[in-house]
């Protein structure tokens, strides 16, 4: 189809289109590639002269795919290419573009490679030098990504091609001394490979033993790096071992140390901790019978195929079938898939770096997601995302979980959950960004903010200008029916926005009420930090949320206000009184009937009138501690009750040691205690139905109710009987889970 569609076609770099298609082709071959892919590589090349759906038609939708993939990738690379090429600006273009097909299809990738290699051949056979950029582009961005996904094959040959053209004169010599030598090395290799094969098969290992080639760019890089002569290279003799098994590579490699002398430091395992593209062999440096270094890899044959191969090793064995077993393959080929996916996001990183890019959260580094401006409305703007560094870390992937990956306007990848919106996208961005998103545009298209995202997708988030008044997240989007977000990071973000908001407006509001006592008690010069210490709270704004939500009543304000004098003068007044208070508290309990006792014993005291104290609402099997009043008996509060520690620390004479008490079980279960709950949520009609249910459903007597809505959030108290904190603790539970609620919680 190619050459009826484009017969005479010359390519950019001079060689003609059909060749190129057929170079390609052949090399995809090597590498055993699928066919689809094979399809893709005698096709991409027709540019528009054969469309997409043509292509479809007649190879398949996967076809079309791939090529669409290479069209896109070399169409942007002549979009984005600068007049005047930077060069490393280049490649950092090369890399992203890479990064946006490739996350469509991991196979675009080897397109890709296949393609270039051809290109370099074509140069080599033609005497022709290609482009610094190719070469440079070769070296710096192809090789290492090529590496990453473990194709050697496609790598060293890469390497040497572009390595001959950048730099011909190194390469000329050190193919020459490499030549005098040649005759030495191939006739040792062939010597030892004969003798370490008959050992291997004495001790009873079927193995293959071979020569390993050595690559010229391999070892000009090695001279380079460790500063060493040609004569030190210590692995350009190299055999390589191949066995059926794990335990015959450990056995072999015995067997070699046996027969000569092993160099310690440059034995490595990469069985036992295998590369990070998966590469998995022993690596072992021997002093021969001459008494010089020979390199042996020893690896089974499934390691030797990916270690020839990498990913395209597993194409040429994979099954398509159905069922329970061909679901499970899928489902491997999934998680092999999101390990591709993962080395790429790798090989980025260290590419960029490398191009000149900073990392993540480096000083003067590139913004996660510095987008163009926009101009959706008059009010919005697109704005540039702060620092990632700041982020938490991404969402944790659950075992099995499927992960997309999206892409910012400047190519930095997102892993996000299956289903993510373009509000996840923003908050998985930054914090900041997720606040302010107000819209958002996928490949160009304005989409709802609760539109799934699919994986190759470049997501552009549309903010609200600041200072506009219109910032910050929606109460909509922790409606889960209405599907804006998906991700349990995002959701704790919103959640914690508004109750950031709340926290806020408790400390303007408490501020008020202790400005307004201070006030009316004649006492404005007292201090807050005094005042908070007085009532045993850490900070002024701990006080102020503390008395905006009731924690600390008025009454309690009050008298922390007026200070220590008055108390001393109270607390010596109700200590000449505590002898009768105690005598009297006992004498009404003697008259009391037994079914009115709370259940509540005062240890050592018998027959002690109780009574459960109302600011914090004890209910068992809560730890909770005694105090004498003055004419109501012993007051019960929760061992944590800042009331009862404030009147503890004033008259610690007072307070008695409770607990709840041996009751019969049938009286037990009769018995309900009261429990202030509070509740709050983003108001909708139906709400204070739906957490009422709740109680119904859970056989509750509900005894109070206070309801109020400001700014749109539901501010609700419920006063709630229970019979204990097991019961009250599934009620929570409940109550959390009603669309729209955000904070449920005991008072």
């Not at 393959?329 to 996916?341: F, P």
């Not at 400005?515 to 709270?537: M, N, P, V, Y």
């Not at 009454?555 to 105690?582: C, K, T």
């Amino acid at each position: 189809m190619l050459a009826q569609c484009c017969p005479g076609r010359i390519g950019r770099t001079g060689e003609p289109t059909l060749a190129h298609a057929e170079g390609t082709l052949a090399i995809l071959r090597e590498v055993q590639a699928d066919e689809p892919t094979c399809t893709a590589a005698a096709l991409f090349g027709a540019g528009t002269d054969i469309s997409l759906e043509t292509i479809g038609q007649r190879f398949g939708a996967e076809v079309a795919t791939l090529v669409d993939g290479m069209r896109q990738m070399l169409k942007l690379r002549e979009l984005h290419r600068p007049a005047a090429s930077g060069g490393r600006d280049d490649q950092l273009e090369t890399l992203r573009r890479m990064l946006l097909a490739m996350a469509l299809d991991i196979r675009v990738v080897i397109l890709r490679l296949s393609s270039r290699l051809q290109t370099l051949r074509w140069h080599a056979a033609s005497r022709t030098v290609p482009s610094a950029a190719i070469c440079e582009d070769t070296l710096e961005v192809l090789a290492p990504l090529a590496n990453r996904l473990g194709l050697w094959q496609l790598k060293w040959e890469l390497e040497d091609l572009a390595f001959r053209f950048v730099a011909g004169d190194t390469y000329r010599s050190l193919a020459r001394q490499l030549e005098e030598k040649r005759r030495e090395r191939e006739d040792f290799v062939a010597l030892t490979t004969v003798q370490l094969r008959e050992r291997l098969r004495a001790a009873g290992l079927n193995a293959e033993v071979s020569g390993r080639p050595k690559h010229l760019y391999s070892i000009w890089n090695k001279m380079r790096s460790k500063r060493l002569a040609l004569d030190d290279i210590r692995d350009l003799r190299g055999l390589r071992v191949i066995v059926d098994d794990l335990r015959e590579c450990y056995s072999a490699l015995a067997l070699i140390h046996a027969q000569w002398t092993p160099l310690a430091e440059e034995f490595d395992d990469y069985i036992a901790r295998p590369k990070p593209n998966g590469y998995q062999s022993l690596h072992t440096v021997v002093l021969a019978d001459d008494g010089r270094p020979l390199e042996v890899q020893i690896r089974t044959r499934e390691m030797h195929r990916f270690a020839e191969y990498g990913v395209a090793s597993h194409w040429r064995y994979k099954e398509r079938s159905t069922g329970v077993a061909g679901t499970q393959r899928a489902d491997a080929g999934q998680e092999q898939r999101i390990a591709w996916v993962r080395q790429l996001l790798a090989w980025q990183r260290e590419v960029g770096e490398q191009l000149g890019a900073p990392a993540p959260g480096a000083a003067g580094g590139m913004q996660a997601a510095a987008v163009q401006s926009s101009a959706m409305q008059a009010s919005s703007s697109v704005e540039p995302a702060a620092n990632p560094s700041s982020n938490p870390p991404a969402d944790p992937p659950e075992q099995g979980a499927v992960r997309i990956y999206a892409l910012t306007p400047q190519a930095r990848v997102i892993e996000l959950p299956e289903g993510a919106t373009p509000v996840d996208f923003a908050y998985h961005v930054h914090s900041t960004l997720g606040h302010r998103c107000r819209g958002a545009r996928v490949d160009g298209q304005l989409v709802p903010l609760n539109t799934a995202l699919a994986n190759g997708q470049t997501v552009e988030i549309i903010t609200a200008r600041q200072g506009s008044g219109a910032e910050g997240p929606s109460r909509d989007w922790l409606n889960a029916q209405l599907g804006y977000v998906r991700s349990s990071r995002a959701r704790t973000k919103v959640r914690q926005w508004f109750h950031a908001l709340e926290t806020a407006r408790d400390i303007a509001a408490g501020r008020d009420k202790v400005e307004r006592t201070l006030a009316r008690e004649g006492r404005g010069s007292l201090s807050f930090d005094e005042l908070s210490a007085r009532l045993s709270q850490p900070d002024a704004q701990a006080l102020f949320i503390a008395v905006a939500r009731e924690e600390i009543g008025p009454r309690q304000l009050e008298e922390a206000v007026r200070g220590p004098a008055a108390e001393a003068a109270d607390a010596q007044a109700a200590d000449a009184a505590l002898p009768a208070v105690l005598a009297a508290a006992a004498e009404r309990a003697r008259a009391r009937s037994r079914t009115g006792s709370e259940g509540v014993r005062v240890v050592g005291v018998d027959l002690l009138l109780t009574q459960l104290a109302r600011c914090c609402r004890p209910v068992p099997p809560d730890l909770i501690r005694g105090f004498v009043t003055k004419g109501r008996g012993v007051s019960v509060h929760r061992a944590g009750c800042a009331a009862f520690a404030q009147m503890a620390r004033r008259a610690p004479e007072r307070v008695l040691p409770v607990d709840w008490g041996q009751t019969r079980p049938e009286a037990a279960r009769e018995r309900a205690y009261s429990v202030d709950l509070v509740v709050r949520a983003g108001d909708r009609p139906g709400l204070l139905r739906d957490v009422s249910e709740v109680f119904a459903r859970d056989r509750l007597n509900v005894t109070a109710v206070n309801t109020q809505s400001r700014a749109h959030v539901a501010h609700m108290q419920f006063t709630i009987e229970v019979p204990d904190a097991a019961v009250l603790a599934r009620t929570l539970a409940a109550v959390r889970e009603v669309s729209g609620v955000f904070e449920a919680s005991r008072r």
